[in-house]
């Protein structure tokens, strides 16, 4: 089972294409370009993440917002910075499950 490798170019497409496409039916090798995708998609990953994270993501927008005196558009750039840092972690994780546990094929 190919999990890190682009089936068409046969060079490992890396972590960060994983973390550039947001899901992981969305992926593109880095080298070659061919559209990728991850089998089974770990749809189940991204929901449970973002059952975790979006408590989380609130409560950092509801501190930015009544307890920082900045203006919006700063208030903006903190909230969009902290759920960047917050989201890294998750990101990081369906990397290397992804990359570990599932197999990468073009995507038809």
Known sequence: MNTTHCPNCQKDIGVWSIYKA???NMLKCPHC???LKYQPSGWKMV????I???PIFAIIIYLVREHLALSKFLR??????AILVVWAPFEYYFARKLR?????????
């Open 100 to 108: 570990r546990d599932h197999e990468l094929v073009l995507k038809k």
């Open 52 to 54: 975790i994270a979006i």
């Open 33 to 35: 370009k061919s559209k």
């Open 47 to 50: 929901i449970v993440s973002l």
């Open 22 to 24: 947001g899901l992981p």
């Open 76 to 81: 903006l750039l903190v909230s969009l910075g």
